[in-house]
């Protein structure tokens, strides 16, 4: 088998490296499966209207978790969506995009709100942007992560955004 010098000397390099962190008693970090994260239906849409004449829409999300150390782990959600434009015009806007993080039992361990900025010059009625962001930072006890756990996103509404929400859920769906 043909092996190139570089390659040998990485070899080396890692097992040595394996080695020494072996000898020096350092304790394996444990393994955590990522919670699966979701898009609250009722939180996919946010509309604007007035002066504000758009409408944005998250469509998808991940995450990705690493832990730091024996007792927490990091997360970076990332996020896509579209920011559509109801008129012509120049659109500058502030999304807020919550975060929960729930149990099987669907009880909130926690919740915070971050900000996604977003621009759009529109020609026409119906021109849209996508987007895609990365929230990274989100640190949580190790603890607290269970098999169960979700992350659960949306935008963050008002009583009547939300409520505007699922009355065009029900429509589109034909209650």
Same mark, same amino acid.
């Given at each position: 088998?043909?092996?190139?010098?570089?390659?040998? =000397?990485?070899?080396?390099?890692?097992?040595?490296?394996?080695?020494?962190? %072996?000898?020096?008693?350092?304790?394996?970090?444990?393994?955590? %499966? @990522?919670?699966?994260?979701?898009?609250?239906?009722?939180?996919?849409?946010?509309?604007?209207? &007035?002066?504000?004449?758009?409408? &944005?829409?998250?469509?998808?999300?991940?995450?990705? @978790?690493?832990?730091?150390?024996?007792?927490?782990?990091?997360?970076?959600?990332?996020?896509?969506?579209?920011?559509?434009?109801?008129?012509?015009? =120049?659109?500058?806007?502030?999304?807020?995009?919550?975060?929960?993080?729930? =149990?099987?039992?669907?009880?909130?361990?926690?919740?915070?709100?971050?900000?996604?900025? +977003?621009?759009?010059? &529109?020609?026409?009625?119906?021109?849209?942007?996508?987007?895609?962001?990365?929230?990274?930072?989100?640190?949580?006890?190790?603890?607290?992560?269970?098999?169960?756990?979700?992350?659960? +996103?949306?935008?963050?509404?008002? &009583?009547?955004?939300?409520?505007?929400?699922?009355?065009?859920?029900?429509?589109?769906?034909?209650?």
């Amino acid at each position: 088998m043909f092996m190139s010098k570089i390659t040998k =000397t990485f070899l080396l390099v890692t097992l040595m490296g394996t080695l020494l962190s %072996a000898c020096a008693g350092e304790e394996p970090l444990p393994y955590v %499966a @990522c919670p699966k994260p979701f898009i609250l239906a009722d939180g996919e849409r946010l509309v604007r209207s &007035a002066e504000q004449n758009w409408t &944005a829409e998250l469509n998808w999300v991940d995450l990705a @978790c690493e832990v730091k150390d024996a007792s927490r782990i990091e997360m970076a959600l990332f996020l896509s969506g579209r920011f559509y434009a109801n008129s012509a015009g =120049t659109y500058n806007a502030t999304l807020p995009i919550f975060i929960a993080y729930i =149990t099987a039992d669907d009880e909130v361990m926690s919740r915070m709100t971050q900000n996604i900025s +977003v621009t759009l010059k &529109a020609d026409k009625s119906g021109d849209f942007i996508g987007f895609k962001k990365m929230i990274n930072g989100l640190d949580i006890q190790l603890d607290s992560v269970s098999p169960d756990m979700q992350v659960i +996103v949306g935008f963050e509404l008002s &009583a009547g955004e939300l409520a505007s929400n699922i009355s065009e859920k029900k429509r589109r769906l034909g209650y």
